[in-house]
């Protein structure tokens, strides 16, 4: 009976060990900002762990394989959607905006089954009580609530205009600009092209521009 629990024992420790090495290369991220790939791969990673605890003649070779193999899937994953916003969305979603200027957007509410209780206790979080408070909400795909207050300066409102060479023409219609304005002004600072751009945004009259 030592004998198996300690058994048992041992193996629990080395499946940490494991589990711990196979998190940190999977890359650092909070709890929050999980995508729901994320959460799949590391529940099965969590339940294989379990099975091979619970089974201590199970050779670690076959408990480690799996959980191995997810963690390769894994990395390859995120290197994917690294290089494609169309991939990223598929896995991580994309923010929805449930308040522009003022007004509620029901539809993107309903697309995210998202009802007024859960709006109004988010907005209650961020210390807004009042609707006729916000310009813009957006629902982040970690479900996590952007407030934008009323008051701010025109134009303060900063999103993504290009990414990953991407023209984001929904954010341009949200400053209420359009992309020949954004050729312009990106030309003006030596930009021909907005495929040589990997990410870029524009707030206050300022321009942040990184380079693919």
């Known amino acids: 009976m030592i004998e198996f629990y300690s058994l048992v024992a041992l193996r629990a420790v080395l499946l940490y060990i494991l589990i711990f090495i196979i998190f940190r290369l999977m890359g650092k991220r909070e709890v929050g900002e999980l995508s729901l790939l ?15 605890i619970e089974d201590p003649y199970m ?32 896995f991580d979603g994309r923010p929805s905006i449930l308040i522009k200027d003022g007004e509620l957007d029901k539809s993107e509410m309903r697309k995210n089954r998202y009802n007024i209780d ?3 206790q988010q907005l209650r979080e961020k210390e807004v009580f009042n609707l006729h408070e916000v310009s813009y909400a957006i629902l982040e795909p970690s ?12 134009g303060s409102l900063s999103l993504p ?52």
């Open 38 to 52: 994320d959460l799949v791969v590391f529940m099965m990673i969590a339940e294989v762990a379990v099975f091979a």
């Open 143 to 154: 479900g996590s609530l952007t407030v934008l207050r009323k008051g701010r300066e025109e």
């Open 161 to 212: 205009l290009v990414m990953d060479g991407r023209v984001q023409q929904r954010h341009l219609d949200l400053i209420g600009k359009d992309e020949t304005w954004l050729k312009n002004e990106l030309e003006q600072m030596g930009y021909t092209s907005c495929k040589d751009i990997f990410f870029c945004s524009f707030e206050d009259g300022r321009w942040y521009i990184s380079s693919s």
């Open 59 to 90: 050779s670690m070779f076959q408990a480690a394989f799996p959980m191995v193999l997810l963690m390769i899937l894994q990395i390859i994953l995120s290197w994917v959607s690294l290089k494609s916003k169309r991939i990223r969305e598929l």
């Open 118 to 120: 859960d709006l109004m």
